[in-house]
């Protein structure tokens, strides 16, 4: 395991890509080896919410005549990457309760309001669309 581990820290540090990714808050080496590996630099995808539903972190539409109806999330594409970054915005969430510091932020006011799962994986979705604009813009977080 520790092997296994030591290949991918290698990996990772020697990828530009990765250790941008890396910066992301929720998103650990593992993470972005894990998504430059699968996705790469991103061009297969128009734009980062197609990169979220490829990895099904938007929720399901089920639309019809007149108003359409949101479900919860599909979880029909990759399971490990989808499930890396929702445990890594977990970690963010738990943070972000604890610290001050974080106060009037976004993630907060959202925990405010919807269940902590329910914003952990709103979380993962904008990691996910931060993700696809650092790959696909080439630039730093």
């Not at 430059?36 to 099904?56: C, M």
């Not at 929720?59 to 929702?86: A, F, H």
Request: with cysteine; glycine share 8%; hydrophobic share 45%.
């Amino acid at each position: 395991m520790d092997a296994l581990d030591a290949q991918i820290q290698r990996w990772h540090r020697a990828q530009a890509a990765s250790r941008k990714l890396a910066a992301i808050p929720g998103i650990g080496p593992l993470t972005a080896s894990a998504l430059v590996a699968t996705i790469g630099d991103g061009q297969q995808f128009e734009n980062g919410r197609q990169l979220a539903a490829w990895l099904g972190l938007v929720p399901k539409q089920c639309s019809g005549v007149g108003k359409p109806t949101l479900l919860g999330i599909s979880k029909r594409s990759d399971v490990y990457l989808r499930t890396l970054l929702i445990h890594g915005a977990r970690t963010v969430i738990r943070v972000a309760k604890c610290q001050s510091d974080h106060a009037g932020s976004w993630l907060v006011r959202l925990l405010g309001r919807r269940n902590q799962n329910v914003a952990a994986v709103a979380l993962a979705n904008k990691n996910a669309r931060i993700v696809w604009a650092l790959l696909v813009h080439d630039r730093p977080f």
